[in-house]
């Protein structure tokens, strides 16, 4: 991919496909923490999903919070500010184990939405072990959306419910459309039901659809699932181990492809705040 020119003291970016930047460590001696924070803000916001690749990376947790911290406010979750993301040897939800991640939006069930995720891949799983991560950026699907689609869509209010064994549950009711709490643009906000073909997928959430008969149910699923999974909206990020992959929440849903179970699948996520922090109306 050509190129892009350096933005405000970043490396030089290549475009991501379908959507994104690519930012490669010009030398093996940068160090992610050697980056300019507002030209990477600025960057994600642009681009919705920043991958940083080649660049040395906090080893331990708390550099990595330290280091979101230069960014703004950490969402603080009840395990403290990092995730790690691999799978439990006696896992209780799905995001412990390795069944697939349906696509979603960070913070649905909580007080607070975060603007910015911050993954760093510890250890990649290897290349025929599956456990890609996926993004689809909603902004650009909506635009690309027949009138049609668009009035029924903006008439559906779907209402999530799941246990909470972990570290998130409860209950969200969201519209399908919503506005970007930063720039207003209409963005999508769904959680998908679990894939039929996993009867062993772990806390599956609930669903019930208003503005739509139960009878359309079944075509407004399809419809949602053929626009979101289409290629020119997802992105399928293969993880390479030291990658850290920046993404705007408000705009993006993501997900995650099954993996081989005990495969070396380990991630780390933070959660940034916007400026000023967004409540999340779907649990007003």
């Known amino acids: 991919m050509p ?20 930012i490669d460590a010009p030398s093996g001696d940068d160090r992610l923490t050697g980056l ?13 999903l920043v991958l940083l690749r080649g660049f040395h990376a906090p080893d331990e ?5 330290r280091w979101c911290r230069t960014w703004g406010e950490v969402m ?26 349906p ?41 690309h959306c027949p009138p049609e689609v668009l009035a029924l869509w903006r008439r559906v209010t779907v209402t999530y419910r799941i246990r909470s064994v972990v570290h998130y549950g409860g209950r969200a009711s969201s519209p399908l459309i919503v506005p970007h709490p930063r720039s207003g643009v209409p963005t999508l906000r769904f959680n998908e039901p679990p894939p039929q073909d996993e009867p062993d997928f772990l806390n ?3 669903h019930a659809f208003d503005g739509v008969g139960d009878e359309d ?17 997802l992105l399928a990020h293969t993880w390479h181990s030291g990658d850290v992959l920046i993404a705007d929440n408000y705009a ?23 400026d000023p922090a967004f409540a999340n109306p779907a649990v007003a």
Do not use: N
């Open 3 to 22: 190129a892009t020119p350096a933005l405000d003291g970043l490396p030089a970016a290549a475009p991501a496909e379908p959507f994104g930047l690519r």
């Open 36 to 48: 300019p924070v507002p030209a990477l803000r600025e960057a994600v916001r642009a681009h919705r």
């Open 61 to 65: 947790p708390e550099e990595l919070a």
């Open 76 to 101: 603080t979750w009840p395990f403290g500010d990092v995730l790690e993301l691999r799978e439990a040897e006696e896992p209780t939800d799905h995001i412990f184990d390795s069944s697939s991640v």
């Open 103 to 143: 696509l979603h939006w960070d913070g649905m069930y909580k007080p607070l939405i975060p603007e910015l995720q911050v993954f760093h891949c510890v250890r990649a799983p290897g290349g025929s072990d599956g456990g890609r991560t996926v993004f689809c950026d909603t902004v650009s699907l909506l635009e």
């Open 204 to 206: 599956r959430p609930a």
């Open 217 to 233: 149910v079944p075509a407004l699923l399809a419809g949602l699932r053929d626009t979101l999974h289409d290629p020119r909206f």
């Open 252 to 274: 993006l849903l993501h997900g995650r492809e099954r993996f081989t179970s005990r495969a070396p699948r380990h991630l780390r996520r933070v959660h940034l705040l916007g």
